[in-house]
């Protein structure tokens, strides 16, 4: 020690420099390293609650070009989809990411491109021309169900859709009793646009909605607020300026748009499947058979979830897909169904501060979940965090209770919540019986 003090003594400037470094590089190093680890942390807490790996659209970071900026952390709206790890931005909650793709215009050195799916796990995109058409004649995708997600990206495809089919349909008229110029299927943004184009058009349409109302998928998620980064447009309607709304102010602006405008959509009506008879289409929904010139599919991409068809199941208590474990605590929580989602629901609930949980199962064991998941299940059963009821089925929601029969006897649980993640209908299944090319993207484009 003496000796390297002597050394040093003769090197005044390094003696300066080290305890310049002690006194600024040093404390900044500490600070980085606690930032990384608390990002680290909560991947950790995400990969455990499933909310790590992307649904759709996500950001993919290049990090041989990122240079740690954080632009991107500090732009994204949803604020916790990225954060930076060794002064390299990585996703946090990718499955919570909607697209608003605003990390990607912030990187200052393009490091972050939007892709679809992961290498594991692929997603399903039909392939639609710029005018919306897809390989089948006179059917037409717009809004999420394309590939592109928002509210404004969504309106503003659903009148671009409509417009491309009249300017075609002034070109080529073609009239026969009994058959409608379009069918707008799907009231969600892009289908409430169209459909408001379809009016300004003076074309002769039916849009239909499956759901009790219009407004699309926002509507059926828990969210505190709604963000649009520019306005959207809407034909007849005009600007929607606000660039953040609440859910419920969103639903009444549904409300406003439709009375004003005098739009009519046919709700609680589903589609069920569609034929082409060349000059037309045969679609039959849950109410009828309908004959149209053009159908234009603005179904978005979350399917339909499988219901349990059992009286008291439209309780607002009752819910069919889980995005933020963390916002249910203390609560008495049932989860119904036996797959992988229904599984890692039931554990995330469970890890969550004083949640008491009951997994319902039709079956006698969890088959069709992965091993690790089953394996995690027993054990947290075994510790007592969730209540497991093989062989049971839901048979009526009753306010805070749900009867449920388990074995021969029906027994009743308490509950604040119910998911039922019973599996459902992917809107790719629907467009494969009805012709359309589907490609499906591996963490690209
Ligand atoms: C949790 C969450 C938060 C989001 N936050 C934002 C945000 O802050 N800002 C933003 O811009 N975007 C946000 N988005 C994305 C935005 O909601 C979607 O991109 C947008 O709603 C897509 O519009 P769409 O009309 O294409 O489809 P959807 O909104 O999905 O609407 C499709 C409609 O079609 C109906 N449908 C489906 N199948 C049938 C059938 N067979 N027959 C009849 N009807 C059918 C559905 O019931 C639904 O009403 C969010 C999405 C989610 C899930």
Redesign the pocket.
């Known amino acids: 020690m003496e000796f390297f003090l002597s050394v040093l003594e003769g090197y005044p400037v390094l003696v300066s420099a080290i305890i310049l470094a002690s006194i600024t590089v040093v404390p900044y190093l500490i600070h980085e390293r606690r930032k990384s680890n608390k990002v680290q942390a909560a991947i950790s807490k995400a990969k455990k609650l499933g909310l790590w790996e992307p649904v759709t659209m996500h950001p993919k970071v290049n990090r041989d070009v990122c240079i740690g900026s954080g632009a991107c952390v500090s732009a994204c709206?949803?604020g916790k989809i990225l954060g930076l790890v060794d002064n390299k931005s990585m996703t946090i909650c990718a499955s919570?990411c909607?697209?608003?793709g605003a990390c990607a215009r912030a990187c200052p050195v393009g490091a972050i491109e939007l892709v679809f799916g992961t290498e594991r796990r692929g997603v399903d995109i039909p392939q639609v021309h710029p005018n919306f058409e897809t390989n089948v004649k006179r059917l037409y995708i717009?809004?999420?169900?394309?590939g592109?997600?928002?509210?404004?990206?969504?309106?503003s495809?659903?009148k671009e859709a409509v417009g491309y089919i009249a300017d075609e349909m002034k070109g080529a008229p073609y009239k026969s009793q009994g058959v409608i110029d379009i069918l707008i299927?799907?009231?969600?943004?892009?289908?409430?646009?169209a459909t408001l184009m379809a009016k300004k058009e003076g074309l002769n349409y039916i849009a239909?909605?499956?759901?009790d109302e219009?407004?699309?998928?926002?509507?059926?998620?828990?969210?505190a607020?709604?963000?649009?980064?520019s306005p959207a447009e809407l034909p007849i309607y005009g600007k929607v300026l606000k660039k953040e709304i609440s859910k419920e102010e969103l639903m009444a602006l549904w409300g406003d748009i439709a009375a004003k405008t005098r739009i009519k959509i046919s709700t609680k009506?589903?589609?069920?499947s569609s034929e082409s008879k060349g000059e037309y289409f045969e679609v039959k929904?849950?109410k009828r058979t309908i004959l149209t010139r053009y159908l234009l599919?603005?179904?978005?991409?979350?399917?339909?979830p499988r219901k349990l068809d059992v009286p008291g199941e439209k309780s607002p208590k009752v819910m069919y897909?889980l995005?933020?474990p963390e916002r249910y605590a203390n609560q008495k929580l049932l989860v119904v169904g036996g797959g992988d989602s229904a599984l890692e629901s039931a554990m995330s609930l469970a890890s969550q501060a004083g949640n008491q949980v009951t997994l319902s199962y039709r079956g006698e064991a969890f088959s069709r979940a992965k091993a690790p998941n089953r394996a995690r299940l027993d054990a947290m059963a075994a510790e007592g965090k969730i209540n497991v009821l093989y062989q049971s089925n839901v048979l009526k929601f009753r306010g805070d209770k749900v009867d449920i029969s388990h074995g021969q006897k029906v027994i009743q649980v308490e509950f604040d919540f119910a998911f039922v993640l019973a599996g459902g209908v992917a809107?790719n299944d629907?467009l494969k019986k009805a012709g359309v090319i589907v490609e499906t993207k591996y963490g690209t484009r």
């Open positions: 709206p949803e919570e909607v697209g608003h717009a809004g999420e169900l394309g592109m997600g928002l509210i404004r990206n969504s309106v495809q659903g299927v799907g009231a969600g943004p892009a289908g409430l646009s239909i909605e499956r759901e219009a407004g699309g998928a926002i509507l059926s998620y828990p969210r607020k709604v963000v649009m980064t009506e589903a589609m069920i929904t849950s599919l603005t179904i978005g991409r979350r399917g339909s897909r995005l933020e809107p629907f």
